[in-house]
């Protein structure tokens, strides 16, 4: 049972433009969500947060949205760089009880153009 | 600040065998815990250390299993190695405190683990 998915497995963007990777989850039990970027041989780079009690969180050019009652979130990229190809997680964690573990998403490839 | 380190890198191992993988955290991080990365199944959760205690567990059998000593340092052992246990595993360190910051992991560059 996957509680939190990615369901574009990948997205091409030209640079300069906007990109937008998105995530579903299904615990409505999640109140704590987190992006990170892999580089291929190299671990996951944290990237930006967001706690259940906002919308919105930015950081540069990273921006990410958060609507609990879809459950739903987006990472907005802007404007995306060739640098920003990568493949992105999206991950949830439950940060209630005693759970400190973190539930990812099977990742999007995102390839940005020149 | 050096982050977090993992060793070794790569690793060739045979069917029945088994194998010790290792994972130094960021320094000030008490909490160490260890993922599963295989092709088209993302990161799975293995376990999670806090002060030498095992706090969570993912749904892996007793195969995989792990320690973590006082200094923080962490340990993954996987006995009798199967075809299936190929995979990139990575390491990653937090505060493990009650803000909900200590959830923002770093990770290490992982260990491929390949099973013959």
């Known amino acids: 049972d996957q509680q939190v998915k990615q369901n574009s497995p990948s997205l091409s963007v030209q640079e300069g433009r906007i990109s937008i990777l998105n995530c579903d989850y299904t615990?409505?039990?999640?109140?704590?969500f987190l992006w990170y970027k892999k580089y291929p041989a190299e671990g996951p780079t944290f990237l930006i947060s967001?706690?259940?009690?906002?919308d919105k969180n930015e950081d540069g050019r990273f921006t990410v949205f958060l609507n609990k009652s879809a459950k739903h979130l987006s990472l907005h990229i802007v404007p995306s760089q060739p640098g920003d190809s990568a493949v992105y997680f999206c991950?949830?964690?439950?940060?209630?009880?005693?759970?400190?573990?973190?539930?990812f998403g099977k990742g999007t490839l995102l390839t940005v153009n020149p | 600040k050096a982050g977090v380190t993992q060793t070794p890198r790569y690793l060739i191992k045979t069917r029945g065998q088994q194998v010790t993988l290792s994972c130094s955290p960021i320094s000030g991080h008490r909490s160490v815990s260890w993922y599963q990365q295989t092709p088209g199944q993302g990161l799975q959760f293995l376990f999670e250390?806090?002060?030498?205690?095992?706090?969570n567990k993912g749904n892996f059998p007793g195969r995989f299993s792990g320690r973590q000593f006082s200094n923080s340092r962490s340990e993954m052992n996987v006995s009798t190695l199967e075809l299936g246990d190929s995979a990139l595993y990575l390491c990653?360190?937090?505060?493990?405190?009650?803000?909900?910051?200590?959830?923002?992991?770093?990770f290490g560059p992982g260990t491929r683990l390949t099973v013959t």
């Open positions: 615990n409505s039990m999640f109140d704590y």
């Open positions: 991950a949830a964690v439950n940060s209630g009880g005693s759970n400190y573990k973190l539930t």
């Open positions: 990653a360190s937090s505060f493990g405190g009650i803000q909900v910051s200590s959830y923002e992991q770093y």
């Open positions: 250390y806090f002060s030498e205690t095992q706090r």
């Open positions: 967001i706690s259940s009690i906002k």
